[in-house]
Every structure is written in structure tokens, then in C-alpha cells.
């Protein structure tokens, strides 16, 4: 795996708004809708000493009847990290 490039503010911003998308889209995909109640995503991305720190805080509240379990939206937060990883290998590596 090639080294990340050094990355700026604008960087920081362009990976978050691309996790917080994909984020968004993968964990809506996997949930009815009409089962969503409440739903507010958070992304933390920071970068110091040439090492990238993203973390993702999600807040989804359910219908009670939904059978979505926790292990659902995990997978599926899962599935954005992997994303966000070839997002970052594509764009951001020398």
C-alpha cells in the first residue's frame, strides 16, 4: 500500500462529505424507509502526524416493529468504511 499524500483542509472535507454520503446511502439501503424514524450521522475525520483518523458516529432510531438489528447497521457502516478505503487508495495516495 503506497503512502498517503499529505492532505489538506479541503482534502479532510472532500473524504468526509464522500464517507458521510456513502455512509448515508449503504446504511438507508439496508433499512425501509418507512422504518426510519430518526436519523443523524456524524463524521470526525482528523489528520496529524501524517496518519488519517476517521470515525463515524451513527444515530438511527427504529420503528419498533423493525426487524433491523444493530449487527445490520454495523455491516453496513462496514461496508462504507471499505468504500471510503478505495475512495482514499484511488485519490489520495502517492
Request: net charge negative; charged share 40%; proline share 1%.
Amino acid at each position: 500500500m503506497n503512502k498517503l499524500k499529505k492532505l489538506s483542509q479541503e482534502d479532510l472535507d472532500v473524504i468526509s462529505q464522500y464517507f458521510s454520503d456513502k455512509a448515508n446511502e449503504i446504511i438507508l439501503s439496508k433499512v425501509p424507509s418507512k422504518e426510519v424514524l430518526d436519523f443523524d450521522l456524524q463524521i470526525d475525520a482528523s489528520y496529524d502526524d501524517e496518519e488519517l483518523d476517521i470515525n463515524i458516529d451513527v444515530d438511527i432510531a427504529l420503528d419498533e416493529l423493525s426487524k433491523i438489528k444493530n449487527d445490520d447497521i454495523e455491516l453496513a457502516i462496514e461496508e462504507a468504511y471499505n468504500q471510503l478505503d478505495i475512495f482514499i487508495d484511488e485519490n489520495y495516495r502517492e
